[in-house]
């Protein structure tokens, strides 16, 4: 585990599950502009950070599907470890903290 994604982890757990799934979603919608990004990164460089946030999108929109439809789905713990091992196996932890934090702060106190 990473010092960046424990706070992550520790906001995530605190949400009602019906705004985890919201936070998923929109980290992943989130995740679609950090991958707009890419489009300055030479070629050669391109493919492990684009295949970690497509991978990413994956995972976090699979799991709000499964939270939607209240069926399958990992454990909080196991999805938020396998998105760190993700993130940080291609060099997009930063994209991910930033983009789940952006996330998580929008519907930790809703209004």
């Known amino acids: 585990m990473t010092k960046e994604f424990d706070s992550i982890r520790s906001r995530f757990h605190q949400l009602a599950g019906n705004n985890r799934v919201s936070v998923l979603v929109t980290a992943s919608f989130n995740l679609t502009i950090e ?6 990164v030479p070629d050669g460089q ?3 950070p684009a295949n ?3 991978e990413l999108q ?3 929109l699979s799991q709000a599907l499964s939270g939607m439809s209240g069926v399958g789905g990992y ?3 196991v999805l938020l470890n396998i998105v ?3 993130a940080t196996e291609n060099d997009v932890l930063e994209s991910v903290v930033a983009s789940l934090a952006d996330a998580i702060g ?4 809703p209004k």
């Open 106 to 109: 929008k519907f930790e106190n």
């Open 35 to 40: 991958f707009r990004g890419l489009r300055d």
């Open 75 to 77: 454990p909080d713990d």
């Open 84 to 86: 760190e091992e993700i």
């Open 58 to 60: 994956h995972k976090l």
């Open 52 to 54: 970690g946030i497509n």
């Open 46 to 48: 391109l493919r492990v």
